[in-house]
């Protein structure tokens, strides 16, 4: 009997000893998986999160880039739209042209100096807003998950917790005793159910307990949850969009202005000073095509609420030509007569009516409009939310790409928001980050329509002094410099419009016949 037992506990302790041996291998497998599994999560997550930075700076960039564009175009007009003014100015080299040409030129020059001003600045705002949020974002929200020295050394496990684990784990035989089912309390019914069909160690699940959540590891997030960065910077988009936007509208409305004046200027010069009438066609156009090809890119005619929507950039870039029809007559060899100054008249009053027309429709182009839901996404396509109020004739132009709402459920969640959630929450529960309430920023646009505003206005008092002068005589506010145009004192270049007041020998110009550079 004796021997029987004593061979029943070698066999135990044998039995007992293997399956010790057995459980300690498993645990130490499992450590090295669950040290794995830390190093592996935080890896991930850390790539994220440089994605998520990258996603920042991208953005910013869109934004930075197309404001850089629209400083180097302004500085390189800056320097051609005072060459128009001051270097290339009319009556120096010869007769000043007409006045009713004059008044065209200027207004439409002075205007395009003054919207160049105006996008340049915008776009020097939006550019550095736009790096200033960036910044704010990456030293501040959008930050590498580094794990702490704490969080590594309870990730990490020595071999002596083996100890510490339950009898039945430690000696438990494979196959003939399984490992408990991991049981939760049902919230509706209140009944103990099983919570996995699996039956793990209980070391299991205190790695789940302690790394992740109070549950089976699957802290998931809610689909409709968007990731904290792209709410945080779609609210500081608000510092900066309406600079951008109104920055592209500025540029388009420099050089809608710019080309009516450098055309006008053009033909001023052929007819004045090289006394020729074919290339003062040609010259124009060119610079008609090109008014045109512009306004046709730019303007998207749209139904607009509360608006007449009458299409002018359809008729305005073709003032020029119906200005050097009426500058060919002007300086043409046809006697003088009322009719030749009626029909001359006749067509500088069509373009100043265009011009005014087209000042009025500048406006309403340039007003924004309430967006009642939010845009759908399409690749490659513009997209803003829908508390940005944009002008709709120019939502193809202004090229606009806001954070998104919405992440495509067919995409890798957010890892970051499921180590949050894990903390003991589910990812519903935790609750999101929306973006940052912020008035709409009418500020640019009242800074915007107030240039329109003078615009407008420019027009308005040109007119006036316009009909002041037709009905009066051309500057007779002015004083006459009482000089006759003599032989040999250069008497072809200097022959005057036929829309001056007497004959062509009676004035030339302010400074007189003879006046040199």
Known sequence: MATAAAEVAAVGTAAAATAFRYNRENYMFDQGLRWGRFTTGYSMAMAQAAMYREDIRDLTAFTVTKADTYHTVGVIFFVLNFQLIMAGRLGVHGPSPPGWLLGLYWTNICSALMFLVTFTWMAMHAAARATAGAAYMLTRHVRLPIPTPAMLDKARKTGNTYEQQRVADVFRVPFAMPAPQHVEEDPDTGMQMPKSDRRMPKWYRDEVEQLGGKGDGAAATAPEQNPEHFELYRGLQNEWWAHDVYSRIGVLYFMSHWLTSASLYSMCHVFTELRCIWPAYTVTACFVAAHRGILQLDIVNKPREGSISLPVEKVVPFVPFIAVVGMTFDYSVIPPSGAV?????????????????????????????????????????????????????????????????????????????????????RGYEVKPVKARRAPPPTFVWKLFRGALITTISMWVLIIIGRAFEQVNGERWLLKQENRMERWPSHMQPWMSPWTRKGNRDEMCHAGGCDRRL
């Not at 132009?397 to 890892?415: F, H």
């Open 341 to 425: 100054m009626g029909f001359i008249y006749f067509l500088a009053w069509i373009c100043y009516i265009i011009q005014f027309a087209w000042a009025l429709r500048l406006y309403d182009l340039a007003s924004p409009q309430v967006q009642m839901k939010d845009r759908e996404e399409v690749a490659g396509r513009p997209w803003w939310p829908q508390e940005w109020s944009l002008p709709p004739a120019f939502e193809e132009t202004v090229y606009m790409v806001g954070a998104p709402k919405a992440i495509d459920p067919s995409t890798t969640p957010c890892l970051q928001q499921e180590m949050h959630a894990a903390k003991g929450k």
